[in-house]
Nanobody, 132 residues
Framework: QVQLVESGGSLVEPGGSLTLSCVAS????????IGWFRQAPGKGPEGLSC???????????YTAPSINGRFTISRDSAKNTVYLQMNSLKPEDTAVYYC??????????????????????WGQGTQVTVSS
């Protein structure tokens, strides 16, 4: 059974850092694009970052311009896990964070940013709250 499980979300003060984890089971995530997304209350899903399959562009990463370099996506193949390192967190980063994959979509298509619904397999999400 294909499953993605996110963890690492918590309450953090503005300016703080968090690392989110996305553990995959039932498939080898090396071979598929993995995206990180978030959804704030009352808003639609927002694409944050994407890491490519090793089968195309050999693990190239993409990050939304609005993030301004504060977030970094990475992958540990041995642990079948993708991470999102988040620095300089702001109150507006408060949201539920999700990882997702799709058997067809590639990161270079840009769909992770323009149309998150393209990704068809999602985790349950982890809450990140940035507040003093």
């Amino acid at each position: 059974q294909v499953q993605l499980v996110e963890s690492g979300g918590s309450l953090v003060e503005p300016g703080g850092s968090l690392t989110l984890s996305c553990v995959a089971s039932g498939f080898t995530l090396n071979h598929y694009a993995i995206g990180w997304f978030r959804q704030a209350p009352g808003k639609g899903p927002e694409g944050l970052s994407c890491i490519s399959s090793i089968n195309d562009t050999v693990g190239r990463t993409y990050t939304a311009p609005s993030i301004n370099g504060r977030f970094t996506i990475s992958r540990d193949s041995a642990k079948n896990t993708v991470y999102l390192q988040m620095n300089s967190l702001k109150p507006e980063d408060t949201a539920v964070y999700y990882c997702a994959t799709d058997w067809i979509t590639a990161c270079y298509s840009g769909n992770w940013y323009s149309d998150p619904a393209t990704f068809t397999s999602w985790g349950q999400g982890t809450q990140v709250t940035v507040s003093s």
